[in-house]
């Protein structure tokens, strides 16, 4: 066998890896508030009893049931876009039996 060893010598900038660290924990921070923010709307919504098809209608949303087409992009990204964007999302209605 060889006695050759191996030496590998690393030079680290260590105020590059500091200020990498800060904006990461800059961006995890506002991760965690972007995440709250929709926990206390979700809340909200929730509070006022109404469904997921209901909240879709009060906001005037765009059916895209049975109304898209998918049209690619030269970067290879991709577009849901709707035939008839005046087709709002209406929401099924269950009536209560008395």
Same mark, same amino acid.
């Given at each position: 066998?060889?006695?050759?060893i191996a &030496?590998?010598?690393?030079? *680290?900038?260590?105020? =590059?890896?500091?200020? +990498?660290i800060?904006?990461?924990?800059?961006?995890?921070r506002?991760?965690k508030? @972007?995440?709250q /923010?929709?926990r =206390?709307? &979700?809340a909200?919504?929730?509070e006022?009893?109404? +469904?997921? %098809?209901?909240?879709? %209608? @009060?906001?005037?949303?765009? =059916?895209?049931?049975?109304?898209?087409?998918?049209? +690619?992009? /030269?970067?290879?990204?991709? !577009?849901?876009?709707?035939? =008839?964007? +005046?087709?709002l999302?209406? @929401?099924?209605?269950k %009536? *209560? !039996? &008395?």
């Amino acid at each position: 066998m060889s006695d050759n060893i191996a &030496e590998l010598s690393v030079k *680290v900038n260590v105020v =590059d890896i500091a200020e +990498t660290i800060r904006g990461l924990k800059a961006i995890q921070r506002e991760a965690k508030k @972007a995440t709250q /923010a929709l926990r =206390d709307l &979700e809340a909200a919504q929730n509070e006022r009893g109404l +469904t997921y %098809e209901q909240r879709l %209608e @009060a906001a005037g949303s765009i =059916d895209l049931r049975d109304n898209h087409r998918i049209v +690619t992009h /030269a970067n290879g990204f991709q !577009s849901i876009v709707p035939i =008839d964007p +005046t087709k709002l999302f209406k @929401a099924t209605r269950k %009536e *209560v !039996s &008395e």
